[in-house]
């Protein structure tokens, strides 16, 4: 099912380039909503409780490039994008470490592909489509922990809203 989604999205893209497409370069910023949290785990190898905190991550930095059209009312937006990030975690008594608080940084750099379609009125634009991510590079302070499995997917998909603004040829949008 993936291979087929992944065909017809490419096909899709193909078809659409033979339009008049505008091309430039595009750039955002992003922050991750996800709130600080803790949690406890206990391995079943040792029966120890350690204790885990998520203080925070990184803004998300992008840049690439962007396909625009405009079909009638409706839009037509593609993307190339790189972006980066970094996720922190506070944890405390594992193993072979001291009892010392270590902070734990996990860093990704992800080659993303939107495709967005929807309605554009006078220069607001509602629209919604798929993105395919695929992993570029993941570096992992739990890859130290021995009993530490990477569950990191090298590919994924999902969907997205969007709300836009033109301004000339800058698009201002929010995902």
Do not use: C
């Amino acid at each position: 099912m993936k291979r087929f989604t992944l065909l017809a999205a490419f096909t899709a893209m193909a078809f659409m380039a033979q339009a008049q497409w505008k091309i430039g370069p595009k750039a955002y910023f992003g922050v991750v909503a996800q709130a600080p949290g803790h949690f406890s785990i206990m391995p079943m190898q040792d029966n120890r409780l350690y204790d885990i905190r998520y203080i925070g991550s990184s803004f998300v930095t992008s840049a690439g490039f962007m396909m625009y059209n405009d079909v009638g009312p409706i839009f037509l937006q593609a993307e190339l994008m790189g972006s980066a990030y970094r996720n922190e975690f506070l944890m405390s008594g594992y193993k072979n470490l001291s009892d010392a608080t270590q902070l734990m940084q996990e860093s990704y750099l992800i080659l993303e592909i939107p495709v967005n379609a929807g309605i554009k009125i006078d220069d607001f634009k509602l629209g919604l489509g798929p993105v395919m991510e695929f992993l570029l590079d993941a570096d992992s302070d739990w890859s130290r922990l021995s009993d530490y499995r990477n569950r990191i997917r090298p590919m994924d998909f999902s969907f997205q809203f969007m709300a836009g603004y033109n301004i000339g040829v800058l698009h201002i949008d929010i995902k």
